[in-house]
Nanobody, 124 residues
Framework: QVQLVESGGGLVQAGGSLRLSCAAS????????MGWFRQAPGKEREFVAA????????RYADSVKGRVAISRDNAKNTVYLQMNSLKYEDTAVYYC?????????????????WGQGTQVTVSS
C-alpha cells in the first residue's frame, strides 16, 4: 500500500501563489508516476498535472499550463504543485494520486492511490 498526504492548501487572493505538497509513504518503490487532480463543488474531479517519479517528465492540463509547475523530491518522497497567478476558478479540493505506470496518465480511474485532499480557495 501507498499512503499520500497533501498539505499546503489555504485561502489566497486572485493573482497569488500557493505550493501544495504531497508526501508519499509505504510501498513507494511501486510508484512510477504521480499526479494532481482537483474537484470543485458540483463538478467532476479533473486532471491538473502529472510527473514521472524517475525521469521527472511532466504533463499539464491546458487550463493550468504556464501557471502551474509540478516537481518532485525523490529523497523526501514528496511531490509539489507550485501554483501561480491563481484565479477564482482554481478554487477546489486538490488531490494527490499515484500509479504504477510508465505513462503520464490523466484520468482518475487510472490512478491506484489517493490522498485525502487539501482545500484551495481563491478569493476574487
Amino acid at each position: 500500500q501507498v499512503q499520500l498526504v497533501e498539505s499546503g492548501g489555504g485561502l489566497v487572493q486572485a493573482g497569488g501563489s500557493l505550493r501544495l505538497s504531497c508526501a508519499a509513504s509505504g510501498r513507494t518503490f511501486s510508484i512510477y508516476n504521480m499526479g494532481w487532480f482537483r474537484q470543485a463543488p458540483g463538478k467532476e474531479r479533473e486532471f491538473v498535472a502529472a510527473i514521472n517519479w524517475s525521469s521527472g517528465s511532466t504533463r499539464y492540463a491546458d487550463s493550468v499550463k504556464g501557471r502551474v509547475a509540478i516537481s518532485r523530491d525523490n529523497a523526501k518522497n514528496t511531490v509539489y504543485l507550485q501554483m501561480n497567478s491563481l484565479k477564482y476558478e482554481d478554487t477546489a479540493v486538490y488531490y494527490c494520486a499515484a500509479v504504477r505506470s510508465l505513462m503520464l496518465l490523466t484520468t482518475t480511474l487510472s490512478y491506484d492511490y489517493w490522498g485525502q485532499g487539501t482545500q484551495v480557495t481563491v478569493s476574487s
